[in-house]
């Protein structure tokens, strides 16, 4: 299931490890979006920086987005005004508007193509209205320029939406492969195909590598989507979700990125290349029955608003979601002033990862602006506890449906103990135990209480795992 930004990337070269004994400033861990912006930002300022990636560069979220650069995010700023003050919701629109800006400038500087486009939450359905009425509201009491319309020219239903124009699209890898170009032209380096294995607890940061070596450093950043480290207890306050998306030839050009507001979601885009984008059909990751279903979602609805079309590629993606809807950026509790987190996106990375990675760097190099304070310091209220209540017992009741379909699968060849016993793998997380629930649209192993995910094989593909699955005796 290669995107179509991945299918057409160019492969990034590797640079060869830092020896034992040469001095390293920062290390960053993930070469996303997040992780290279944040390398090049510190590589700029004259700091000896590498960033170390388990997989390749883009491989997990980065290079599996849809490429929407936008400050109207679907219902995002009505959800945030839910849980926050409006002074937070302030600083949350003004971090994405600094991270599309500068987004867009390294696009225009470095010659990565970017398509204007409106921005457009739409109510497919009278149900779905109101939503997009509260996020229209919320969106111009931020101090965005939105409108309201009750048509627009797509062929899909739809009964009012807001839209927010000079807006962008892009392709995500071809900004990576600026990005590894600057980074080194600054005296960054990246490694590829290291995956951390743990971190030390005391002292300069020293991580380990599956691969044995050790590198250290003086700050320490984790842009891996979900933090590695659970010392921090974020995957208990994130909820891990999956989404997919289609790519079709044979589309028109369209002038706008579209969004419904419903729980299943339309997510709709062009391409440069005469193609269209249909994503959406999302849940929490390994709490599905069939992931295929999803797909297949995506491919009726597609046929029937677009005919015509054929597909090309189809992929998923996963994010992750924090409580108050507001990313988790900073430094990592228990980790003594050194280590460095980001994440919580919720889907709207290629603006707020450039944010997080602004606000980190700002934070290393000791010049903090006023919306990453804001956003940092933020106090939760009860309705962000009553969010993380709810994110975790949806885990409590994956754990029970673990052990209910346990007991349903003791009988030779049934669901995924079967499965399991056909990879050679046990089907239990490394993480902290979770019963694994077989994708089928992407033959993996997929962990229903925090979201980690294995290849057939038991090798670690997203965290918060670290190590791979036992293999059976």
């Known amino acids: 299931m290669s995107s179509l930004w991945l299918d057409r990337a160019v492969p990034f070269a590797d640079d060869p490890l830092p020896g034992p004994d040469e001095h390293l400033d920062v290390l960053v861990v993930g070469a996303g979006l997040t992780g290279l912006t944040t390398t090049l930002l510190l590589a700029r300022a004259g700091l000896r920086v590498a960033c170390v990636e388990a997989r390749l560069a883009g491989a997990v979220t980065t290079g599996r987005t849809t490429g929407k650069v936008s400050l109207l995010q679907g219902t995002h700023l009505s ?52 939503s997009v009425e509260a996020e229209h509201r919320a969106a111009g009491s931020l101090g965005l320029p939105v409108e309201w319309r009750d048509r627009l020219d797509v062929p899909f239903p739809h009964v009012g939406a807001t839209v927010l124009a000079d807006q962008a699209q892009l392709d995500a890898m071809e900004v990576l492969a600026a990005l590894v170009e600057q980074l080194r032209a600054h005296g960054g380096t990246l490694h590829q195909g ?111 608003w677009f005919p015509g079309t054929t597909e090309t590629h189809h992929w998923s993606a996963q994010d992750y979601g924090s409580p108050d809807g507001v990313p988790y950026v900073g430094r990592m509790s228990r980790g003594g002033g050194r280590i460095h987190v980001a994440t919580g996106f919720e889907k709207w990375g290629m603006t707020n990862a450039v944010a997080a990675a602004r606000t980190i760097s700002s934070d290393i190099l000791g010049e903090v602006p006023s919306w990453a304070e804001t956003l940092r310091t933020r106090s939760p209220g009860a309705s962000n506890a009553a969010e993380v209540v709810r994110i975790n017992l949806g885990v409590g009741a994956a754990v029970a449906t673990g052990a209910a379909r346990t007991l349903r699968e003791r009988l030779p060849g049934a669901g995924a103990a079967a499965k399991a016993r056909e990879c050679g793998v046990v089907g239990v997380c490394s993480h902290l135990g979770g019963l694994l629930k077989w994708n089928d649209a992407e033959d993996t192993w997929d962990c229903p209480l925090h979201g980690s995910r294995f290849t057939r094989e038991g090798e670690v593909l997203e965290g918060p795992a670290t190590r791979p699955l036992k293999r059976r005796g």
């Open 194 to 304: 290291h995956r951390v294995s743990s971190v030390s607890k005391t002292g300069r940061p020293t991580v380990h590598l599956d691969t044995g070596e050790e590198l250290s450093a003086d700050q320490l950043v984790l842009a891996t989507g979900t933090p590695i480290l659970d010392r921090g207890m974020y995957f208990a306050r994130l909820e891990p979700q999956r989404s997919y998306a289609l790519a079709f030839d044979g589309a028109v050009a369209m002038d706008g990125v579209y969004l419904s507001a419903g729980s299943d979601s339309r997510s709709v885009r062009d391409a440069p290349d005469g193609r269209l984008v249909v994503g959406g059909s999302g849940h929490v990751v390994g709490r599905t029955d069939s992931h295929l279903a999803h797909l297949d979602e995506l491919r009726a609805w597609t046929a029937q």
């Open 79 to 130: 959800r945030i005004r839910r849980h926050q003050s409006e002074s937070v919701a302030r600083a949350y629109v003004e971090s994405n508007r600094e991270g599309m800006e500068w987004l867009l400038r390294f696009c225009d500087d470095h010659a990565v193509p970017v398509q204007r486009r409106v921005a457009v939450t739409y109510a497919a359905t009278q149900d779905e209205l109101s």
